[in-house]
């Protein structure tokens, strides 16, 4: 996907309603639930065996680098259903070990997270080994900002920029009213290789 290079000032992109990010381009991108077979704790895979989860199928997807820092806003539609003992979350994804998005990574070959989750305090940086298996990094922490609107989220991630041109991103959602956690997310099945461009 594109990475629009801006000169805008960094305070603009980390608002998700800025009209900064309408010079940015965006790609609408399909989602799919992590296999309930991926799901390391036999309690999980019996108690949502029929159960529907990761039901967010799509996301609109956007990125920017200004200053040295990497900028992805992630915006979604909402259910109209209250979140109860879970929150709804975001995630992006990155892969440095030619880990699998689809799965979260695993042992062999971890992804990093840039996590955010209504309610907490500030974003996390995590490690994923598979799904639901993660730890915290305290390296690279992450900022992030989000709003919602019209039943739609829109998150905006911020850190670190890392060399975009080597980087792939994948997104990672999940909708609290449905207990969604840990591994019960729905992903993007493939990796989003980031490709600068000049923006405007």
Do not use: C
């Not at 036999?42 to 949502?48: A, K, N, P």
């Not at 900028?71 to 979604?76: A, D, K, L």
Request: proline residues 8%.
């Amino acid at each position: 996907m594109k990475v629009a290079q801006l000169a805008t000032e960094p305070a603009e992109l980390t608002n998700p309603g800025s009209p900064a990010w309408a010079e940015v381009p965006a790609i609408e991108v399909s989602l799919k639930p992590v296999a309930l077979a991926a799901q390391p704790v036999e309690y999980i895979r019996e108690t949502w065996a029929g159960r529907p989860y990761g039901q967010t199928s799509r996301a609109t997807v956007s990125a920017a680098t200004a200053r040295d820092r990497l900028y992805v806003r992630v915006e979604w539609e909402d259910d109209e259903e209250p979140n109860r003992e879970f929150q709804d979350a975001a995630a992006v994804v990155f892969d440095g070990t030619g880990g699998d998005v689809a799965t979260l990574g695993s042992a062999a070959h971890p992804v990093a997270l840039w996590y955010w989750e209504h309610g907490r305090q500030a974003p996390l940086h995590l490690i994923s080994r598979g799904p639901g298996v993660v730890s915290k990094d305290s390296t690279g922490a992450p900022t992030a900002a989000a709003v919602l609107a019209d039943k739609r989220w829109a998150v905006v991630f911020s850190g670190p920029a890392g060399g975009v041109g080597q980087r792939r991103i994948g997104v990672a959602l999940w909708n609290g009213s449905n207990d969604e956690r840990g591994g019960l997310a729905a992903v993007t099945p493939e990796w989003l290789p980031l490709e600068s461009e000049r923006g405007v």
